[in-house]
T-cell receptor, first 113, second 113 residues
Framework: EAQVTQNPRYLITVTGKKLTVTCSQN?????MSWYRQDPGLGLRQIYY???????DKGDVPEGYKVSRKEKRNFPLILESPSPNQTSLYFC????????????FGPGTRLTVT | SQQGEEDPQALSIQEGENATMNCSYK?????LQWYRQNSGRGLVHLIL?????REKHSGRLRVTLDTSKKSSSLLITASRAADTASYFC?????????????FGGGTRLMVKP
């Protein structure tokens, strides 16, 4: 089954404690993205990657890091989380060419206290 | 920045009625996509319309695109309670070094039984 998986699904942590949210897709997609979703602000792109070792900033990259060492994985790293990073996070992937649909993971609800 | 802006932000209708949601965008696009999100879950692709198309159908969904007005509409006919969800438009435009989707703020649809 074609899917994007994220872990963990729920996470409560404290300010400053480094964390990683994993993302994996089994569709051999070149493009992967991370979004955050906040009430009233819709989905905002954090980072995206067009292929292995190729990443670029989205609209709200501050406070986040990503890596793309393998095609299937695209982890999101918060080196020093802060309460304003409390949000619902989605990983997504799509095939490389324009005109293709995007597949989303189930979401990770992060709370930073 | 959000390329697409949906209107209305919220819509409440009775089962059996039609629901129309609109999306406006700012720059030239290759295609426009509509997604659905059930509360707190990942987005699911509904339909894609290319910039050279004016109308597209999929089951009870009808999408129109007017590139001169930079707008699109999603019509759900004979709505059902199960259609209750948030609906997002996403524009597929060339930006920076790659083609990435940009999502609007969404329309929250409630269909009352």
């Amino acid at each position: 089954e074609a899917q994007v998986t994220q872990n963990p699904r729920y996470l409560i942590t404290v300010t400053g404690k480094k964390l990683t949210v994993t993302c994996s897709q089994n569709m051999n997609h070149e493009y992967m993205s991370w979004y955050r979703q906040d009430p009233g602000l819709g989905l905002r792109q954090i980072y995206y990657s067009m292929n292995v070792e190729v990443t670029d900033k989205g609209d709200v990259p501050e406070g986040y890091k990503v890596s793309r060492k393998e095609k299937r994985n695209f982890p999101l790293i918060l080196e020093s989380p802060s309460p304003n990073q409390t949000s619902l996070y989605f990983c997504a992937s799509r095939a490389g060419t324009s005109g293709t649909e995007q597949y989303f993971g189930p979401g990770t609800r992060l709370t930073v206290t | 920045s959000q390329q697409g802006e949906e209107d209305p932000q919220a819509l409440s209708i009775q089962e059996g009625e039609n629901a129309t949601m609109n999306c406006s965008y700012k720059t030239s696009i290759n295609n426009l996509q509509w997604y659905r999100q059930n509360s707190g879950r990942g987005l699911v692709h509904l339909i894609l319309i290319r910039s050279n198309e004016r109308e597209k159908h999929s089951g009870r969904l009808r999408v129109t695109l007017d590139t001169s007005k930079k707008s699109s509409s999603l019509l759900i006919t004979a709505s059902r309670a199960a259609d209750t969800a948030s609906y997002f438009c996403a524009t597929d435009a060339v930006r920076r070094a790659g083609n990435m989707l940009t999502f609007g703020g969404g329309t929250r649809l409630m269909v009352k039984p």
